[in-house]
Every structure is written in C-alpha cells, then in structure tokens.
C-alpha cells in the first residue's frame, strides 16, 4: 500500500511539472484560413 501512495506522488507530480510546463508553451501554428475564419478561431 505505501508503495502505491509513493507512485502515485510520484505520478501526480510528473504530471503537474508537465502541465505546468505545457500552459507556457506558445503554439504558432500555420493556417491557411484568414484570421476572421472560425477554423482560425478553433486552432
């Protein structure tokens, strides 16, 4: 059981590092719809 607790830490901090991580990324992605078309308001 406690070696569970311990993976279970373990995991969740991993993750809240990488989520963390992932809200500050900035994505510049490449569209060929004009900014005003709702598939660029989607991406």
């Known amino acids: ?3 569970v607790l311990i993976v279970m830490a ?3 901090f991993a993750f809240m ?3 963390d991580v992932m809200a500050k ?3 510049d992605l ?3 719809y ?3 078309n ?3 308001k989607g991406a």
């Open 1 to 3: 059981m406690k070696k």
């Open 10 to 12: 373990v995991l969740l």
């Open 17 to 19: 590092t990488v989520s």
């Open 25 to 27: 990324t900035k994505w």
């Open 30 to 32: 490449h569209l060929n």
């Open 34 to 36: 004009p900014a005003g």
């Open 38 to 40: 709702f598939h660029s």
